[in-house]
C-alpha cells in the first residue's frame, strides 16, 4: 500500500533553516510528480510546492519562492524540502503528498510539525 | 490566483440525513475541481477528482457535481464517519497555482 512518511520538523528560530523528508513506498516513486503542502494550525491547506517525476520542474506558491527548495532522490524514493529564512508565518503542519501530475493529490503522509518561534 | 470560496463554513445535519456542500471558484476552472475530507489530527483524503469522479474506495453515498464556478459535494446519508472538515481545490490554471477553499465544517446536529 502507499505510504508517505514525513520527518525533519522541529523548532526554529526565525531566520532559520530546516530541511524536511518524505519517504515514499508502495507504489513507482520515480513515475510520480510529488508535493508539499501545509496547514497552519487551526487553518485551513495551502500548497507550497510541486516536483516533477524527474525533477525537470518544480514550482513555489508565491508565499516561499526564493526560500524554499523542492527536490527528490528517485534511487532512494525521497522527497525533500529545504526551507530557509524561516518566518513565524511558516508555522505549520507540512504534508507530502502523491500528486496526479500538476492536479490533485490522492495519497497524503501524516505531516510533520514545523514551529517557527524565538 | 484563483480563489476558492465554500459555503457554509459550518453545517449542521442529523445522521441519516443529506448534505449539500457548496465551493464556488473565482473564474472558470472546467471540471478540474477535487474534494478532500480531513478528520482532526488526521491527513486530508482524496474524495473526488474532476469535480464528479469517485476516488479509490470511496463509498458511493458521496457525489460531486458541477463545472465552470459552481460546484457540489453531496453526501447523501450521513453516516457518523463522514462528520468532518471537506476541503475543495482546483487545478485549472497554468502554471499551476493550486488553490484549497478555506473548508467546510460538517458536524453532528
Known amino acids: 500500500q502507499v505510504q508517505l512518511v514525513e520527518s525533519g520538523g522541529g523548532l526554529v528560530k526565525p531566520g532559520g533553516s530546516l530541511r524536511l523528508s518524505c519517504a515514499a513506498s508502495?507504489?513507482?516513486?520515480?513515475?510520480?510528480?510529488m508535493s508539499w503542502i501545509r496547514q497552519a494550525p487551526g487553518k485551513g491547506l495551502e500548497w507550497v510546492s510541486y516536483?516533477?517525476?524527474?525533477?525537470?520542474?518544480?514550482n513555489y506558491a508565491d508565499s516561499v519562492k526564493g526560500r524554499f527548495t523542492i527536490s527528490r532522490d528517485n534511487a532512494k524514493n525521497s522527497l525533500y524540502l529545504q526551507m530557509n529564512s524561516l518566518r513565524a508565518e511558516d508555522t505549520a503542519v507540512y504534508y507530502c503528498?502523491?500528486?496526479?501530475?500538476?492536479?490533485?493529490?490522492?495519497?497524503w503522509g501524516q505531516g510533520t510539525l514545523v514551529t517557527v518561534s524565538s | 490566483e484563483i480563489v476558492m470560496t465554500q459555503s457554509p463554513a459550518t453545517l449542521s445535519v442529523s445522521p441519516g440525513e443529506r448534505a449539500t456542500l457548496s465551493c464556488r471558484a473565482s473564474?472558470?476552472?472546467?471540471?478540474?475541481l477535487a474534494w478532500y475530507q480531513q478528520k482532526p489530527g488526521q491527513a486530508p483524503r482524496l474524495l473526488i477528482y474532476?469535480?464528479?469522479t469517485r476516488a479509490t474506495g470511496i463509498p458511493a453515498r458521496f457525489s460531486g457535481s458541477g463545472s465552470g464556478t459552481e460546484f457540489t459535494l453531496t453526501i447523501s446519508s450521513l453516516q457518523s464517519e463522514d462528520f468532518a472538515v471537506y476541503y475543495c481545490?482546483?487545478?485549472?490554471?497554468?502554471?499551476?497555482?493550486?488553490?484549497f477553499g478555506q473548508g467546510t465544517k460538517l458536524e453532528i446536529k
Open positions: 503528498a502523491r500528486a496526479v501530475v500538476i492536479k490533485f493529490f490522492d495519497y
Open positions: 516536483i516533477s517525476s524527474s525533477s525537470s520542474y518544480t
Open positions: 481545490q482546483q487545478y485549472n490554471n497554468w502554471p499551476p497555482r493550486v488553490t
Open positions: 473564474q472558470s476552472v472546467s471540471s478540474n
Open positions: 508502495g507504489f513507482t516513486f520515480s513515475d510520480y510528480y
Open positions: 474532476g469535480a464528479s
